[in-house]
């Protein structure tokens, strides 16, 4: 069992607080040098922003923002419960997983590599998987 499986059994999740919750745990059971640790903490750092920023009001629809917030949230413990369990995660992932442990990658790259892996990748399966489920 990983440090990671008792928070990705805990997943998908329905709301946008628990998506929060589940990246505060990866956050707390990582080394900070991990590169997934690096992608999870400019994660959270836009996800909590976007919460903020929603509660303020500041977007048209909140039921599809957080709809999305969630389905996007979900596909990233997808993709870790993949490399977790010895699956196959998406593809678009590959080079973060494979490189997480190397000390000669800056956090910042790690951090890249993740953000271009959920856009890319993620963002437009989510948008299809909020759009259906609306």
């Known amino acids: 069992m990983t440090v990671l499986a008792p928070i990705l059994d805990r997943t998908p999740v329905t709301r946008i607080e628990d998506v929060l919750a589940r990246m505060n745990e990866i956050e707390a059971a990582l080394p900070a040098t991990d590169g997934v640790a690096c992608f999870n903490r400019l994660y959270l750092a836009v996800t909590s922003n976007v919460v903020a920023a929603e509660q303020s009001g500041a977007f048209a629809s909140t039921a ?6 969630v389905a996007f949230g979900n596909l990233y413990f997808g993709a870790l419960t993949q490399l977790e369990t010895g699956g196959s995660p998406p593809r678009a992932w590959a080079p973060l997983f494979a490189a997480r442990s190397r000390a000669d990658i800056a956090p910042l790259q790690f951090a890249l590599a993740g953000m271009n892996a959920h856009i890319n990748r993620d963002l437009p399966v989510g948008l ?6 609306l």
Do not use: N, R
Not at 128 to 133: K, P, S, Y
């Open 64 to 69: 599809f923002l957080s709809a999305l917030d």
């Open 128 to 133: 299809v998987q909020t759009f259906t489920a």
